[in-house]
């Protein structure tokens, strides 16, 4: 079945051409400005591949680090007689 753009169908309204994400043109989440932006500093079209590992590294750091910091455990003083 083909669809016109900015028909209704189902309930459901398809987008329309320059509209944007639902969100009236916000990105989905705000990561996603990252891709955008290496773009448009001119490092290419496989430039947001790497910022996305570059993220996803420094997310895998904190969680070691958390993961680190919960297994430590403090000595119980103990009470004196």
Do not use: F, K, N, Q
Not at 9 to 16: D, I, L, N
């Amino acid at each position: 079945m083909v669809v016109p753009l900015g028909c209704p169908v189902g309930g459901h309204e398809y987008p329309r051409p320059g509209r944007g994400s639902p969100r009236g043109g916000h990105a989905a989440h705000p990561v996603d400005e990252v891709g955008g932006l290496t773009i448009t500093a001119g490092l290419g079209y496989t430039a947001p591949l790497w910022a996305g590992a570059g993220i996803t590294a420094a997310g895998l750091v904190v969680m070691v680090i958390a993961y680190a910091a919960a297994r430590t455990r403090v000595p119980t003083p103990v009470p004196s007689s």
